[in-house]
């Protein structure tokens, strides 16, 4: 069974930088055609693709964000982080991690951690 | 990027309803697409991928069609649960993810 976790503050202040990262079990980050993605959703509205990182390390970002995003994996520890700079209050949203499978969509999430951006 | 837009915005219906929602990419993604529901507070949960494939434990009311630019997902007969969210998603991998803005399917 496979199960992701995401991890983090649930408070930042503008400009800081947040960490999150994304726990996982029941799948191995080395298996060819998987995959581990972060996406977003401000409160109320729709859902947002951050950043994918592939069992391979290949790394792709959201090109408004990229400037910003930093994905990475640590697979001794199942685990994915992401980071992203200069946190802004419009940065505040529920953060998913997902798992990417061989056939490339989402098939299991995380339920989400809430992070708010504020002074 | 690859744009998606997803239509209607919102969509009020009645149970037993056929409903039918319409996603389109701003160029081709040729079965790239996926489809997602989303209950409030809740992740989102994957119906259909590759456009028309259903993922195991669906119901089979669900079912998606289209290539290339234009997708449709459709519900056969709506059923209490599936008022919710509905989000198209590419994943052409040499394209960085989009997701559509969202259908609501709200009770009539």
């Known amino acids: 069974q496979i199960t992701l976790k995401e991890s983090g503050p649930t408070l930042v202040k503008p400009t800081q930088t947040l960490t999150l990262t994304c726990t996982f079990s029941?799948?191995?980050?080395?298996?060819?055609?998987?995959?581990v993605g972060w996406i977003r959703q401000p409160p109320g509205k729709a859902l947002e693709w951050l950043a994918l990182?592939?069992?391979?390390?290949?790394?792709r970002y959201s090109p408004s964000l990229k400037n910003r995003l930093t994905i990475s994996k640590d697979t001794s520890k199942n685990q994915v982080v992401l980071t992203m700079t200069n946190m802004d209050p419009v940065d505040t949203a529920t953060y998913y991690c997902?798992?990417?499978?061989?056939?490339?969509?989402?098939?299991?999430w995380g339920q989400g951690t809430t992070v708010t951006v504020s002074s | 990027d690859i744009q998606m837009t997803q239509s209607p915005s919102t969509l009020s219906a009645s149970i037993g309803d056929r409903v039918t929602i319409t996603c389109r990419a701003s160029?081709?993604?040729?079965?790239?697409l996926a489809w997602y529901q989303q209950k409030p507070g809740k992740a989102p949960n994957l119906l259909i991928y590759?456009?028309?494939t259903l993922e195991s434990g669906v119901p089979s009311r669900f079912s998606g069609s289209g290539s290339g630019t234009e997708f449709t997902l459709t519900i056969s007969s709506l059923q209490p649960d599936d008022f919710a969210t509905y989000y198209c998603?590419?994943?052409?991998?040499?394209?960085?993810?989009?997701f559509g803005q969202g259908t609501k399917v709200e009770i009539k």
């Open positions: 590759k456009a028309s």
């Open positions: 160029q081709s993604i040729s079965s790239w």
């Open positions: 990182i592939y069992w391979d390390d290949d790394k």
């Open positions: 997902a798992h990417r499978t061989t056939a490339g969509a989402m098939d299991v």
């Open positions: 998603q590419q994943y052409n991998s040499f394209s960085p993810w989009t």
């Open positions: 029941g799948f191995s980050l080395t298996t060819r055609g998987v995959g």
